[in-house]
């Protein structure tokens, strides 16, 4: 494209069974073309970075749907995410790299070997009326404008109403999953507007890993952070979390944080 963007595809297709199977790579795909086709559906804005892939596939329409996929790495450079006209984002990825992504459409399966994400920058704060400024970005405007949204329930189906059937071989839902998840350099910045003076907190840098992520709330997530607040202050956390049932094994410490006068 004018912008640089650049694909390649080398593969071929069949008619019985009527699919196609290659490989391809995608080099320097804009963040603002993959926003320009994704603008009603995402409420925040992907305002800058690019990305590069590439991968080997095999698509099937017949005897059922099927989509198989391997890509070695998948590229993001200089991700910003902002509010739709709004003039600074705060979130900032200078770099993430996912390792050996594996995804199965007849099994509902994404898995990846590795996350990386350097760098990342991120401004947060609780503003006066309670909200979190990052919500916005999500689409929530305020305490008052979700009470309205979620005040009125949809009203349940009729009784006899009929339900669609799940497709055989479908399973509910998909498993998205990644053996190791790493952060590091990472920076939040975050304040509390509801009280005054605001209180500020300078959270770098950050570093952070997780092993055993996944989607399926029954996963044990191992966790180990440390984080350094305010210059000074050191929190390092390292231990097993589960969402189901809730519950965490987790060795914390907490040093030199100095608590507001």
Known sequence: ??????????????VQPLGS??????QNLKAATIDSYAEDMLPFQLASGHASLEGNYRFAMTPAPGLEATLPLLQVRDLAIKER?????????????????????????LGMK?????????????????TISLMRLFGETSNEGKQVATSAPAPPPAPDSATPEQAPGESAEWRI????????????LAEDRSVKPTA???LAP?????N???????AKVQVDAQVTINQKGKFVGKGDVQLEPLGAQLAVELTDFALPA
């Open 212 to 218: 055993g992520w996944s989607t399926d709330p029954s």
């Open 177 to 188: 999953h990644a053996d190791t998840i790493q952060l590091s350099e990472g920076t939040v």
């Open 85 to 109: 006209k709004a003039k600074t984002a705060p979130v900032q990825v200078p770099m993430v790299d996912v390792h050996e992504i594996a995804l199965s459409y007849e099994k509902r399966d």
């Open 1 to 14: 494209t004018l912008a640089g963007e650049q694909l390649q595809w080398v593969g071929a297709f069949t």
């Open 200 to 202: 500020k907190f300078a």
């Open 206 to 210: 950050i570093a952070f890993t997780a």
């Open 21 to 26: 199977s290659g490989s391809f790579r995608v």
């Open 114 to 130: 590795r996350i990386d994400v350097q760098g990342a920058h991120v401004e947060v704060a609780r503003e006066a009326d309670g």
